[in-house]
């Protein structure tokens, strides 16, 4: 069975973003994907200290629940990463688990010597975002972050549900257009697991 792990990002629990991720979530079951949700604000994790204890064995030495969500990153085949935008990026919550996946960066290409380009994507990434303004380059800052920060788990950003001009609370649940966009998401993306696992 196709897993996929869906990574919520937000501060807010029910916040915009959440709602979308929840659309792709029920897109990819009703593909029959088993999908475990994964919510950043529920964790204690702390920022990358830049000790490189990770140099040796490429794990962090920090103790905290960072290993727990890594276990189910490297355990699936489809990753769904959901953010608001904040100054152009991902949320802190985000930037900080994002930081801590560092110890990954250290031994796939300092410890393994991977090839910086090449290496093969085993896996596929949806990253959905939701920003409150309408510029061109609203979400040009996170997409390169999301883009290198999934590299590093061999992930392809495989696309993208980018959603603007949506700020408040609740505002989401009037743009069906968006949610018809991530629910559908959702479902390609576990079809085309199925189909690369077949």
Known sequence: MVKIIAI????????NSSALLKQAVAGARQEGAEVEEVVLRDY?????MEIY?????GECAIR??????LAKLESCTGIMLASPIFFYTVSAHTKIFMDRCQSLWVRKYWIEKQ???GAP?????L???VGATKGKKLFDGALLTVKYFFDVLSAGLWRTVLCRGVDRKGEIEGREDYLKEAFEAGRALAK??????A
């Open 8 to 15: 919520y990002g937000s501060p807010r629990r029910e916040g």
């Open 44 to 48: 204690k994790i702390s920022p990358c």
């Open 53 to 57: 204890a990770c140099i040796e064995s």
């Open 64 to 69: 905290d629940d960072f290993p727990k969500i």
């Open 115 to 117: 090839p910086f380009s």
């Open 121 to 125: 994507k085993t896996r596929k990434g």
């Open 127 to 129: 990253f959905i975002s």
């Open 192 to 197: 085309e697991l199925q189909k690369d696992s």
